[in-house]
């Protein structure tokens, strides 16, 4: 079976921080660009983060620049987003998503993990 499994998410305070993971089963995952979506209640999906296969290549959502950084370990076939300097905008369900280029479709999605922000 294809998918994409998402963990590390949870409830953590302002200024906290945490890792999401992102390991993918039953395919390769450094053939895909790989990248972070959020969707906060009432709010559509948005792109926070993408990597590219080689990691060479990286892109974030300026709502994210200098707290979120993506990276990828291909020989654990996982992706990972460190989130820091967390703030309560950033409460939402994490996804994520495999695709052949950071600008392409997405051909997998992972079901998603919660990250609240509160005090």
């Known amino acids: 079976q294809l998918q994409l499994v998402e963990s590390g998410g949870g409830l953590v305070q302002p200024g906290g921080f945490l890792r999401l993971s992102c390991t993918a089963s039953?395919?390769?995952?450094?053939?895909?660009?790989t990248g972070w979506f959020r969707q906060a209640p009432g709010k559509e999906r948005e792109g926070v983060s993408c990597?590219?296969?080689?990691?060479?290549?990286?892109n974030y959502a300026d709502s994210v620049k200098g707290r979120f950084t993506i990276s990828r370990d291909n020989g654990k076939n996982t992706v990972y987003l460190q989130m820091n300097s967390l703030r309560p905008e950033d409460t939402a369900v994490y996804y994520c998503?495999?695709?052949?280029?950071?600008?392409?479709?997405?051909?997998?999605w992972g079901q998603g993990t919660q990250v609240t922000v509160s005090a």
């Open positions: 998503a495999a695709r052949v280029h950071c600008s392409s479709s997405v051909h997998y």
């Open positions: 039953g395919f390769t995952l450094d053939y895909y660009a």
């Open positions: 990597i590219s296969r080689s990691g060479g290549s990286t």
